[in-house]
């Protein structure tokens, strides 16, 4: 069991981790991506630093905002 809590954090980290870059190394500065994706800029600050963990809603809104679907957000 705690193999399995070990591995969902690693995956966890590892979303943040891909998000952060993503935000960092889109096109537009980050109000314009907040204004986009329907998120505020509070929301779209603590993704960008890793802060938190987004929810399929979130992810949605934000990949709808850059251009992209949730796997080019996530796997691309």
Not at 12 to 34: F, G, N, S
Request: proline share 1%; hydrophobic share 40%.
């Amino acid at each position: 069991m705690i193999d399995k809590n070990i591995h969902l954090c690693d995956q966890k980290d590892e979303v943040k981790a891909v998000i952060a870059y993503k935000i960092k190394h889109c096109e537009m500065t980050l109000q314009q991506l907040a204004r986009q994706s329907k998120l505020s800029i509070t929301t779209i600050c603590n993704l960008a630093n890793g802060k938190i963990m987004p929810s399929i809603k979130t992810l949605f809104k934000l990949s709808k905002g850059m251009g992209l679907n949730i796997a080019q957000l996530l796997f691309d």
